[in-house]
C-alpha cells in the first residue's frame, strides 16, 4: 500500500532466507500509505479511515447500549455502564474531586476513542494503530492542553496558576531552578509527553509485531528453517497478547493523567 | 557523535548507532520502573486496603518514567542514520 519499496512489498516478491535478499526490517516507510483519494491537496489515507471507523464504532456502540435505559440493565447497557462508572469512579472522581462529574463524558470519549483506535493494531486487515501517526495524539492533546489551560484561566488565573504550579514551603535558594521548571512542565513538557507517549507506545508496538510477522514470512522455507518461523510464529502470538494489554494501559494512563491536569487546574496545591 | 562513527570504523564494528542508543537510553527507565512497581507491591501488600489509590499513583508514575525509554525509541528514527 505504500509508495516506496516497504517490507510488505519485498516480501510479495518471494523474499525468504536463502534466496539472497537480506532481511527487510519494517521502517518509516510502513507508516506512509498511498491515499486512497485525493481532493486537491487533501489526502485521505487508511489511518483517517481508521480513525472515522473506531469514531462510528464507538457512536454505534453507545447508542445501541443506552438507547432504551433500564433500571434495571441488560445486555449491551450492562458494558456500557461498567465502561461509564470506570471513568467516573476509578478516574474523573478521585483525580478530579467533587466536579469531577462534569468531566466524565469529556474523558469517557478521550478513553474509548483512543482505546479502539489502539485495538485496531491487532484486528486482521485494519492492522494500523491511527494513534502511531502523530497528528492524532497530537491533535487530541491540542484539546485536553485547552481545557486543562481555559479551566485553570477560570478558576485560578492566569498568573494565580502559574504561583499555585509552584509547591510552598521549600528553601529559598531551590526556587531558582524550581520556578523554571514548574512551569516549564506545565506549559510544554506535559502535553508533550502525553502526546509522545501516546505515540511512541504504539508506534514501538506497531514496529515489534511487523517485526516478528516479517520474519515469520522471511524464515519459512521446506528446510529447517521452518522451525525459526515456527518460533517467530509464537512470538507473534505472545506480543499480540502484550500489545493488547499495553492498549488498554496507554488509553487509562492518558485519561488518567488528563483528568490529572485538570484536577490541578481545578484548584491549587498538588 | 562522528567521533564515535570513526572510532567504530576504526574497530570494524558496523552496526546501527541507533539500536546502541536506545540500549543506553533503557537503562534508567528500566531501574526507574523496577524501582516503582517493587514499592507499589510493597505498599499493596502492607496496605491492601488502599491497593485502588497506589495502584493509579503507581500506574502516573510509570507512564512519566516510561516516557523516557519511548523518547528513546523515537529518536533514531527523526535523526535517521
Same mark, same amino acid.
Given at each position: 500500500?505504500?509508495?516506496?519499496?516497504?517490507?510488505?512489498?519485498?516480501?510479495?516478491?518471494?523474499?525468504?532466507?536463502?534466496?539472497?535478499?537480506?532481511?527487510?526490517?519494517?521502517?518509516?516507510?510502513?507508516?506512509?500509505?498511498?491515499?486512497?483519494?485525493?481532493?486537491?491537496?487533501?489526502?485521505?489515507?487508511?489511518?483517517?479511515?481508521?480513525?472515522?471507523?473506531?469514531?462510528?464504532?464507538?457512536?454505534?456502540?453507545?447508542?445501541?447500549?443506552?438507547?432504551?435505559?433500564?433500571?434495571?440493565?441488560?445486555?449491551?447497557?450492562?458494558?456500557?455502564?461498567?465502561?461509564?462508572?470506570?471513568?467516573?469512579?476509578?478516574?474523573?472522581?478521585?483525580?478530579?474531586?467533587?466536579?469531577?462529574?462534569?468531566?466524565?463524558?469529556?474523558?469517557?470519549?478521550?478513553?474509548?476513542?483512543?482505546?479502539?483506535?489502539?485495538?485496531?493494531?491487532?484486528?486482521?486487515?485494519?492492522?494500523?494503530?491511527?494513534?502511531?501517526?502523530?497528528?492524532?495524539?497530537?491533535?487530541?492533546?491540542?484539546?485536553?492542553?485547552?481545557?486543562?489551560?481555559?479551566?485553570?484561566?477560570?478558576?485560578?488565573?492566569?498568573?494565580?496558576?502559574?504561583?499555585?504550579?509552584?509547591?510552598?514551603?521549600?528553601?529559598?535558594?531551590?526556587?531558582?531552578?524550581?520556578?523554571?521548571?514548574?512551569?516549564?512542565?506545565?506549559?510544554?513538557?506535559?502535553?508533550?509527553?502525553?502526546?509522545?507517549?501516546?505515540?511512541?507506545?504504539?508506534?514501538?508496538?506497531?514496529?515489534?509485531?511487523?517485526?516478528?510477522? #516479517?520474519?515469520?514470512?522471511?524464515?519459512?522455507?521446506?528446510?529447517?528453517?521452518?522451525?525459526?518461523?515456527?518460533?517467530?510464529?509464537?512470538?507473534?502470538?505472545?506480543?499480540?497478547?502484550?500489545?493488547?494489554?499495553?492498549?488498554?494501559?496507554?488509553?487509562?494512563?492518558?485519561?488518567?493523567?488528563?483528568?490529572?491536569?485538570?484536577?490541578?487546574?481545578?484548584?491549587?496545591?498538588? | 557523535?562522528?567521533?564515535?562513527?570513526?572510532?567504530?570504523?576504526?574497530?570494524?564494528?558496523?552496526?546501527?548507532?541507533?539500536?546502541?542508543?536506545?540500549?543506553?537510553?533503557?537503562?534508567?527507565?528500566?531501574?526507574?520502573?523496577?524501582?516503582?512497581?517493587?514499592?507499589?507491591?510493597?505498599?499493596?501488600?502492607?496496605?491492601?486496603?488502599?491497593?485502588?489509590?497506589?495502584?493509579?499513583?503507581?500506574?502516573?508514575?510509570?507512564?512519566?518514567?516510561?516516557?523516557?525509554?519511548?523518547?528513546? #525509541?523515537?529518536?533514531?528514527?527523526?535523526?535517521?542514520?
Amino acid at each position: 500500500m505504500s509508495t516506496t519499496a516497504t517490507a510488505s512489498t519485498v516480501l510479495a516478491d518471494g523474499c525468504h532466507l536463502g534466496s539472497g535478499c537480506g532481511f527487510p526490517a519494517p521502517s518509516l516507510d510502513d507508516f506512509y500509505f498511498t491515499p486512497i483519494f485525493s481532493i486537491g491537496g487533501f489526502h485521505f489515507t487508511k489511518p483517517m479511515l481508521l480513525a472515522l471507523i473506531c469514531a462510528g464504532i464507538i457512536c454505534f456502540f453507545f447508542y445501541y447500549a443506552f438507547r432504551r435505559p433500564k433500571l434495571v440493565p441488560r445486555g449491551t447497557q450492562n458494558i456500557g455502564e461498567i465502561g461509564y462508572l470506570f471513568i467516573r469512579d476509578q478516574i474523573a472522581r478521585p483525580m478530579i474531586g467533587k466536579n469531577g462529574d462534569n468531566f466524565v463524558p469529556f474523558l469517557f470519549s478521550l478513553f474509548f476513542f483512543i482505546w479502539v483506535m489502539n485495538l485496531m493494531e491487532i484486528i486482521p486487515i485494519a492492522q494500523f494503530p491511527a494513534t502511531s501517526k502523530i497528528a492524532f495524539p497530537l491533535s487530541i492533546v491540542l484539546m485536553v492542553y485547552f481545557t486543562y489551560w481555559y479551566q485553570a484561566i477560570k478558576h485560578q488565573g492566569f498568573a494565580g496558576f502559574l504561583r499555585n504550579v509552584i509547591p510552598a514551603g521549600v528553601p529559598k535558594p531551590v526556587y531558582v531552578i524550581l520556578i523554571p521548571v514548574e512551569w516549564l512542565r506545565v506549559l510544554v513538557i506535559q502535553p508533550f509527553t502525553l502526546a509522545i507517549r501516546l505515540f511512541a507506545n504504539m508506534f514501538a508496538g506497531h514496529m515489534l509485531l511487523a517485526t516478528f510477522m #516479517i520474519a515469520t514470512w522471511y524464515l519459512t522455507s521446506a528446510s529447517i528453517g521452518a522451525l525459526f518461523a515456527a518460533g517467530s510464529l509464537v512470538m507473534v502470538v505472545v506480543l499480540t497478547a502484550f500489545e493488547m494489554l499495553i492498549q488498554a494501559l496507554q488509553a487509562y494512563i492518558f485519561t488518567i493523567l488528563t483528568a490529572q491536569y485538570i484536577g490541578e487546574s481545578y484548584s491549587a496545591g498538588h | 557523535m562522528s567521533a564515535v562513527v570513526d572510532l567504530a570504523a576504526s574497530t570494524g564494528v558496523t552496526g546501527s548507532l541507533g539500536a546502541v542508543a536506545y540500549g543506553l537510553a533503557a537503562i534508567g527507565p528500566g531501574v526507574g520502573i523496577g524501582l516503582i512497581f517493587g514499592h507499589g507491591v510493597e505498599a499493596m501488600a502492607r496496605q491492601p486496603e488502599a491497593a485502588g489509590m497506589i495502584r493509579t499513583n503507581m500506574f502516573i508514575g510509570f507512564a512519566l518514567t516510561e516516557a523516557l525509554a519511548l523518547l528513546g #525509541i523515537v529518536m533514531p528514527f527523526v535523526f535517521g542514520k
